[in-house]
């Protein structure tokens, strides 16, 4: 299970594409989650528990709707899953735009600060 939620994960970054990444982080950093058409994320504290998507008081959901997947999926992560996806993420988008070390030090810094990850 988890290599699917990884594979998932990496799905949503893919179609999110590098030049969404900075603004991605940025997002996480302030705790709001992130999506365009058919794949997004949310923060458990984006729903209350009476509604229908809630997951618990911490953690993040992300979505992927048809036609981005041949049918709906969900995966949710708690934070150091998320964080340890997204160092992955960070370090290979590094590789191709060291330009931006700085701005992706500083976001996973706050991400790991915000959700209080080891």
Known sequence: MEDENK????????????ERLLTVLEKYSNGEGYGIEHVWCVFADDYEEWEEDYFGNEGIAFYFDYPAVEEDEEVILDYETLYTYL??????????HPENRLEIKTYMKKIKEKYMIK
């Open 87 to 96: 160092k992955e993420i960070a370090d290979g988008y590094l590789i191709r």
């Open 7 to 18: 594979e998932l994960v990496n799905y949503f970054f893919r179609v999110m594409g590098d």
